[in-house]
């Protein structure tokens, strides 16, 4: 696979991150608890960290991030 490719399979990944609902991307149920969500949180972000992952990753791993610290932060204030 080139460059090209691997990086348009990248972008396409993050488009469609992005349009999921914050639950869904956490992949947590409409009853999950806040403790749930934060564990949710946690084992997403350790696997997508930027700093956990290596240069060539290290874009997608940083938009990945930010992507799941939106959601988060947006579940934790629904639930208050």
């Keep these: 696979m080139k460059w090209r490719e691997i990086k348009s399979a990248y972008k396409s990944r993050i488009e469609q991150l992005e ?16 403790e749930e969500i ?16 290596d240069a060539f990753m290290k874009e997608y791993a940083n938009r990945y991030s930010l992507i799941i610290n939106a959601a988060y932060e947006k579940l934790m204030e629904e639930l208050g």
């Design 38 to 53: 934060r564990a949710a949180y946690l084992r997403k972000l350790k696997v997508h960290h930027p700093d956990k992952n």
């Design 19 to 34: 349009s999921l609902s914050p639950r869904e991307l956490l992949e947590v149920s409409d009853d999950a608890l806040k």
